[in-house]
């Protein structure tokens, strides 16, 4: 391949994933910084009661990142040494550390096959007298059934944490998803829908679970910094117990409120683009793409395609005739019982797990892709058949 090729696919690259940035987001982080209040401040207060608002909770504790709030929602709830917590090992690697940082054992569940979560079936099969919680994922913004979980977790004693990492703009029931956890958590990564760099949420409908997280995210002071700050005469804090410093700035909330206005369009568009991938693919055999369930929506986070052994090509060979067009796709969702870290983990069969992994990729999708980048991608598609 020619440089001169090489150079005219870079400048024609269709990207997997990109944030829906504007001037918006600017204005508000030059703001900010105007204030002179840059760190945890009145914009991630704001920003948390805008958050718990849209996704119908009654508190919301903003965060680093989604993988310290998995850490604290254990944490509130009370898991530590000697507990085991259900987590899928079909989900990115954080799922599986956040119950390791409370010295619990992560045991591995399968998925069901259609959307890739939990099922209270797949739980069921591995739970024991130590289990304490279950990690349960919306994977890729597919939302979860949380209610047939919760019917047999809560019986039993079982904290059901919704990681909601993906699904900010999916619904479940009618409602937003988180709406109906005790806890949940959410991520702001470039590669979710809604981003501030960085950044994390804890929703919960318990208020001491909240309090306690609202402590714990400043190193468990009595006092929080905005309250001290406030404040002409500070008054004396104490350390209660260990906490941590897993806090968010008000540069990134102000980013996070915006991206939150921007929402609902991302979330029509998003779903507006893959029905179009969901039209071109019903004419491919061997392709299946993945869809609503028949309890809520998803936000396409993830435009996942699963390519079957009746297609011509396997998923290596699809990423690799996609890559030849000019177009990034990714791999599908990882297996966490598979990377080193937790390979000597013993656990049950995982073939639903083992064989969505090795058989889905990510198609591209985002909010400014346009119709000739889409058609680029279904006509790519088609094309694996041809000789």
């Not at 683009?273 to 491919?284: E, F, H, K, Q």
């Not at 000019?326 to 990377?339: E, P």
Request: negative net charge; contains cysteine; proline residues 6%.
């Amino acid at each position: 391949m020619s440089l001169d090729h090489l150079a005219e696919q870079q400048l024609t690259r269709i990207n997997v994933m990109q944030p829906w940035l504007g001037e918006e987001e600017v204005a508000a982080v030059s703001e900010v910084l105007r204030s002179g209040w840059v760190a945890q401040g009145p914009r991630v207060a704001e920003f948390e009661a805008a958050f718990a608002a849209s996704q119908q909770v009654a508190h919301a504790v903003a965060l680093s990142s989604c993988t310290t709030a998995l850490h604290l929602a254990l944490v509130v709830a009370g898991v530590g040494p000697g507990d085991e917590v259900v987590v899928p090992s079909f989900s990115f690697v954080a799922t599986t550390n956040a119950p390791t940082y409370v010295g619990a054992t992560p045991v591995f569940a399968d998925v069901d096959p259609v959307t890739g979560n939990l099922t209270a079936a797949t739980i069921a099969t591995v739970v024991t007298p130590r289990t304490r919680a279950v990690i349960a994922v919306d994977q890729g913004g597919v939302p979860l059934d949380l209610r047939a979980i919760r019917a047999w977790c809560d019986p039993l004693g079982i904290t059901v944490v919704e990681d909601a990492a993906c699904a900010a703009g999916s619904t479940a029931h009618g409602r937003p998803t988180g709406s109906e956890a005790e806890i949940a958590t959410w991520s702001f990564h470039p590669r979710k829908l809604l981003t501030t760099g960085e950044g994390g949420m804890l929703t919960t409908s318990r208020a001491d679970w909240a309090a306690r997280a609202r402590r714990l995210r400043e190193h468990a002071m009595s006092v929080s910094a905005a309250d001290r700050h406030a404040s002409l005469l500070a008054p004396p804090e104490s350390f209660d117990e260990v906490g941590f410093n897993f806090r968010m700035t008000d540069l990134q909330a102000a980013v996070g409120l915006v991206q939150l206005g921007r929402l609902p369009e991302m979330v029509a568009r998003r779903r507006e683009l893959a029905a179009r991938y969901a039209d071109a693919v019903a004419a491919m055999p061997g392709l299946r793409l993945v869809g609503d369930p028949a309890w809520g929506t998803t936000n396409y986070q993830s435009c996942w395609l699963e390519v079957l052994p009746e297609h011509p090509m396997d998923r290596e060979q699809m990423m690799e005739h996609l890559a030849a067009a000019g177009i990034s796709a990714r791999r599908g969702i990882m297996a966490a019982h598979r990377q080193p870290a937790h390979a000597d983990r013993p656990h049950v069969p995982l073939p639903v797990t083992e064989r969505l992994t090795d058989a889905t990729l990510v198609l591209p999708l985002f909010h400014q892709m346009t119709d000739a980048e889409h058609q680029r991608v279904c006509d790519a598609l088609a094309s694996a058949w041809r000789p």
